[in-house]
């Protein structure tokens, strides 16, 4: 009988202690593509410290390992004016790969994350990433090309999303007004995207959708990126998992907030939450406004129970260029999906059931390109569970460089919004 060699921790992650490039000629995939079952989280040890037995396996995933240097090299050091943006994990830079880096490897840009030793995050997200992503692969998720692992350094290489993020187009001062069509293309491609993973094999939730984490091809698909707090669905009969509360204020389901209890549903309400914001164009939440209205969520819920209210809730920037039954049928999928009883949301199946048909209907034609201002927020705690949870995101003062031909660089581009993420207890 053959014996099985017990894999070591390095056997996937070569990169992390022999940087060094492939030679020349030779391709440098973690493991050729095959069909094989996806490993969870699970399988390896939860500890965040580097493990040699962790029993981990990318076969199929055909990540490429790159060293530091040759990062460095792509995104010229990291320079400023390939700064694209900065979230908690760190700095991301535009960079260019081709076939004299890895043979083999296609003529693209990408984007270059970068993660910030001094943060709030670090190894487990950047694994948990690699892990998910280096997996899963879907036309609405962000692909990731490879990775570096070397010394205490972590980073990750994903294709490069033209548009950014859709916070970004969505709230950006100044920026151009999504037209309605586009925003019901965003929100089918975001929900596929949320599709595949509940309904994958092995389920997994999200747990971090908000408009950040979407990003824009330049026909505006949206493709999921940061799966950093990704979890495995449960198993068996187990209905939920439990765990620390994480996410993103103004987006995580309530009563995951309250108990601690995951599961699908609360990546439902989330989606809610963004559907919502590409409705009324407001953020999540917006410390700017009257108190009532600073939550988007729970000021509009009450709106969106009567359809008369519609005209209330929606975009002013749209200036009224959308499909009224169009909205009413976005609106009340909105609602069933904020329901404050998980039960009652609809499966990510349904929700694409009601938007697909969205896509076409009357009036979604290209409405007229509006600039507007938006107010910028500032940097807060929340609590949620009588527990304290400050928000570890950096303001940004670097050049973001995702800039699309339809809007000029503009003073709000260099100030990429803050978003608020709930940090491990
Ligand atoms: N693949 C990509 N292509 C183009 N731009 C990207 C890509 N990935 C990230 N960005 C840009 O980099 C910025 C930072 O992204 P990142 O995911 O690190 O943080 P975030 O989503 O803004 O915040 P958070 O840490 O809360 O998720 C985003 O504003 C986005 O526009
Ligand atoms: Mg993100």
Not at 246 to 259: D, F, L, R, S, W
Request: glycine fraction near 8%.
């Amino acid at each position: 009988m053959a014996v099985k060699r017990k894999m070591k921790w390095q056997d996937y992650f070569p990169g992390c202690f022999k940087p060094e490039a492939p030679a020349r000629g030779k391709k440098k995939p973690v493991a050729k593509q095959t069909s094989f079952p996806r490993i969870s989280m699970s399988d390896f040890s939860s500890s965040t410290v580097l493990s040699e037995d962790l029993s981990i396996s990318l076969a199929g995933s055909n990540l490429h390992v790159f060293t530091l240097q040759e990062l460095k090299v792509i995104t010229q050091n990291f320079s400023s004016s390939n700064f694209l943006g900065e979230g908690g994990f760190g700095p991301v830079h535009k960079g260019f790969v081709d076939d004299k880096l890895r043979p083999g490897l296609k003529a693209q840009p990408v984007a270059v994350k970068l993660l910030d030793l001094d943060g709030g995050q670090g190894h487990r997200e950047w694994l948990t990433e690699v892990i998910f992503l280096g997996q899963l692969r879907h036309a609405h998720l962000v692909k990731l090309i490879g990775y570096c692992c070397e010394e205490e350094h972590r980073l990750l290489v994903y294709e490069y999303m033209p548009r950014g993020s859709l916070e970004n187009q969505l709230f950006r001062r100044f920026s151009v007004s999504l037209p309605w069509p586009t925003r019901m293309k965003i929100a089918l491609g975001a929900a596929k995207g949320l599709a595949f993973l509940h309904e994958a094999e092995k389920p997994v939730i999200y747990r971090d959708f908000k408009a950040s984490n979407i990003l824009l091809d330049s026909d505006y698909t949206a493709k999921l990126s940061d799966f950093g707090l990704a979890k495995d669905g449960p198993e068996g009969d187990d209905t939920h998992v439990s765990t620390r509360v994480m996410g993103t204020q103004g987006y995580a389901a309530p009563e995951y907030v309250m108990t601690g209890h995951l599961t699908a549903a609360s990546d439902v309400y989330s989606f809610g939450v963004v559907l919502l914001e590409l409705l009324t164009g407001r953020k999540s939440v917006d410390k700017t406004r009257p108190s009532r209205e600073q939550n988007l969520a729970e000021w509009a819920r009450a709106l969106l129970k009567n359809p008369r209210k519609l005209g209330r809730v929606m975009d002013p920037r749209l200036e009224g260029q959308y499909s009224e039954a169009g909205a009413q049928k976005a609106a009340a999928l909105a609602y069933q999906c904020l329901s404050h009883r998980p039960k009652l949301r609809p499966m990510m199946s349904e929700v694409i059931e009601v938007l697909e048909p969205l896509q076409d209907s009357d009036g979604n034609q290209i409405g007229t390109f509006v600039f507007v201002s938006t107010d910028s927020d500032s940097q807060r705690e929340i609590s949620s569970n009588g527990e304290k949870h400050k928000e570890t995101k950096k303001e940004n003062h670097r050049k973001p460089a995702a800039k699309s031909p339809k809007s000029p660089l503009t003073f709000a581009e260099m100030n990429s919004p803050l978003h608020h993420r709930m940090r491990r207890a």
